[in-house]
């Protein structure tokens, strides 16, 4: 392995990859919107903008003839708002960083990549699309994965798809100073709700698997020979798998019934 394209490159979950590469002697082209505190003789940082496609597209001029042995995808945000209060200028900024910004690479991509090459994205066990107040983050995790399983069959580079359930990052900080708007705008009905998320995602900093689980899981497929097209990492997102097969108003009504509780439990606590 050669040369790896990593986006979100300042991720928790995409530093300890990169460190892990460039041990190997990997020339590592890490993208990112904040600057990556790293530095190595092997490592090509560039602060880019996804959300600018014009950007995208002029990066990738600038490489000449470089080709990739492994691109992986760790950018994105999570936007959070019940769906009737949801704008479509909210749903398409979540687009515009997570799925079109993976459009306008995979574009960019035509001659650069091998018969080897694998693209791995960084997908979530929201992907399954259960989770309330989550549809603009399920909808672009769930699109991704689409699109790259129909760039698989297109052009027959494998793709994967990583699904963590709860990482302890600092993404679930960042989150929910990017909701912070939503959270304190919610109608009576919802502001509640929005208090338990909010309290809950903070919590989440600190709870679930750690970020190296992850980066170490997708160190090991860029290196397989045959990975497969989608993996669950951790217990939480193994269990959302499984139950979203049985997904229906059954299920629907489970999951209402267990927010309740939980909201209810937290407003009794406080």
């Not at 995409?14 to 990997?26: E, F, Q, S």
């Not at 687009?95 to 791995?120: D, E, W, Y």
């Not at 709860?166 to 909701?179: G, I, P, Q, Y």
């Not at 709870?207 to 090991?220: A, E, F, M, Q, T």
Request: some cysteine; overall charge positive; charged content about 25%.
């Amino acid at each position: 392995m050669k040369n790896v394209l990593i986006t979100g490159a300042t991720s928790d979950m995409a530093v300890p990859l990169i460190k892990k590469l460039l041990n190997d002697n990997v020339i590592v082209y890490a993208l990112s919107r904040s600057e990556l505190k790293l530095e190595d003789e092997l490592l090509k940082k560039t602060r880019l903008d996804l959300s600018d496609e014009f950007g995208i597209n002029n990066y990738f001029i600038s490489l000449n003839d470089v080709k990739f042995d492994a691109v992986i995808f760790f950018h994105g945000i999570a936007i959070s708002s019940p769906v009737e209060f949801l704008s479509s200028n909210e749903l398409n900024k979540q687009l515009s960083i997570s799925l079109f910004s993976t459009l306008a690479i995979l574009k960019n991509l035509r001659k650069r990549l091998t018969k080897t090459s694998k693209i791995i994205t960084v997908s979530s066990m929201a992907s399954y699309g259960i989770f309330p107040f989550l549809s603009p983050y399920e909808i672009a995790k769930s699109s991704v994965d689409t699109l790259l399983c129909s760039y698989e069959i297109e052009t027959g580079i494998k793709t994967i798809s990583v699904k963590p359930g709860v990482v302890s990052t600092k993404f679930w900080r960042t989150s929910v100073e990017l909701n912070k708007d939503n959270f304190e705008s919610f109608p009576f009905e919802y502001r509640f709700i929005g208090e338990f998320l909010k309290d809950n995602a903070l919590k989440n900093e600190n709870k679930g698997i750690k970020p190296d689980d992850v980066s170490n899981l997708i160190y090991r497929i860029m290196y397989l020979k045959n990975p497969k097209s989608s993996y669950d990492i951790g217990i939480d997102s193994k269990f959302t798998n499984f139950i979203s097969k049985f997904k229906g108003r059954f299920l629907f009504g489970i999951i209402r019934k267990i927010l309740r509780r939980r909201v209810k439990k937290y407003l009794n606590e406080r």
